[in-house]
């Protein structure tokens, strides 16, 4: 099956819609064109000189990664200056570019969810709620005979899923009436005469931000030149959605403890802690990346320690006048988990579709040396 970089673009805004990414991000297709063909993807957390190299030697059409390549708006192009050297080896590579950053953040299963899991943290809501997915109903009159088809694709590009449950549809029967008219080909019919046909009234939710591909996958399997259907926006939102995690462990551990495991856990050189190492801690807060800025929700919620990265000096002082303890496993160590899920995620996707596409990991660099 042939794939496209756009194909491979829409399967990531599955899991997370561009519509999660926040206000100041640039999450989405970097560089590149969405028609180029694909046969191998590397998946990244930055796209720097060592990605660009390790998707040159294994032969990849594409990058996609969690941190944008282009986040502050490109006023030049020239090779004399590092950003326009990394962009010009992209362009003569023939590499498409595909970010997926706060948009993933926020997504449910994305970067916080992870470091939840990887904690085994029971009981989990979101630090910093934004809101709830916006929710969509779908409905689409489809000739009888063709309604799985036409279920199927749309549940494939992501409609239909509540809960644990997905392909969640209802359908009832009834007569559908047209008339082809001159200039028309129809599937059923034809010119000048009223047509009555069998129709099945198929309907389903989709969420704001699956819309267009859900929709383009739905005109794709269906039957009809011109097809029937309407959109409905529902009152009622889908999942909660926001920035960071907290929850208990299993069991209490000491701070120092806890520390001790995440560093071992996750491969790290070291990492900061601020706080008494001997408190025992079980509620945790969790955000990936750079967390600082959650630290007042993660008090408020009588959380006793915050696992993030990037941790700045004032925010810890705050944090440590609040008795907050804090772990500070670097931006590239809460975030690195990343790299293998988001790779696993595109293996079953791609697979699913029966696309003969490869997916390959760049596993991120540690920029900084402990001495």
């Known amino acids: 099956m042939s794939v496209k970089a756009g194909d491979i673009a829409r399967i990531v805004e599955k899991w997370a819609p561009l519509s999660l990414a926040a206000s100041w991000d640039n999450a989405g297709f970097q560089v590149g064109d969405p028609g180029q063909e694909v046969d191998r993807v590397l998946v990244a957390l930055d796209v720097d000189s060592t990605t660009v190299a390790a998707a040159r030697e294994k032969g990849v059409q594409m990058v996609v990664a969690h941190h944008p390549l282009i986040f502050h708006p490109v006023k030049s192009l020239r090779e004399d200056r590092w950003e326009g050297a990394l962009l010009a080896k992209i362009v003569r590579a023939g590499l498409a570019i595909y970010c997926a950053h706060t948009n993933l953040d926020q997504a449910p299963g994305g970067t916080d969810d992870l470091l939840a899991e990887q904690l085994e943290l029971k009981g989990v809501e979101i630090l910093r709620p934004t809101g709830r997915e916006e929710l969509y109903k779908i409905v689409v009159f489809v000739p009888q005979g063709y309604e799985d088809a036409v279920r199927e694709a749309m549940a494939a590009a992501g409609a239909g899923w509540i809960g644990n449950y997905s392909h969640c549809t209802f359908q009832t029967a009834g007569t559908g009436t047209f008339k082809p008219l001159a200039g028309s080909n129809p599937f059923i019919g034809s010119q000048g005469k009223l047509e009555r046909v069998a129709e099945l009234r198929l309907e389903t939710v989709v969420p704001k931000g699956l819309l267009a591909p859900v929709v383009g996958a739905m005109l794709r399997a269906h039957p009809y030149e ?146």
Do not use: N
């Not at 995690?245 to 070291?270: C, F, H, N, Y």
């Open 226 to 371: 011109e097809v029937a259907y309407d959109l409905y926006r529902l009152e009622q939102g889908g999942k909660k959605l926001g920035f960071g995690r907290i929850g208990q462990l299993p069991t209490p551990l000491s701070l120092a403890e806890l520390a001790r495991m995440v560093k071992e856990k996750w491969d790290l050189a070291s990492i900061r802690v601020v706080g008494d190492l001997e408190q025992r801690v079980q509620r945790v807060a969790v955000c990936g990346g750079s967390g600082g800025s959650l630290l007042r929700e993660a008090i408020e919620q009588r959380a006793q320690v915050l696992l993030t990265g990037d941790v700045k000096y004032h925010d810890a002082a705050q944090a440590a006048e609040a008795g907050l303890g804090i772990i500070d496993a670097g931006h590239l160590g809460t975030e690195k988990i990343l790299v293998s899920a988001l790779a696993d995620y595109l293996r079953k996707e791609l697979a699913a579709r029966q696309a003969g596409v490869e997916v390959v990991c760049h596993q991120p660099r540690d920029i900084f040396q402990v001495i």
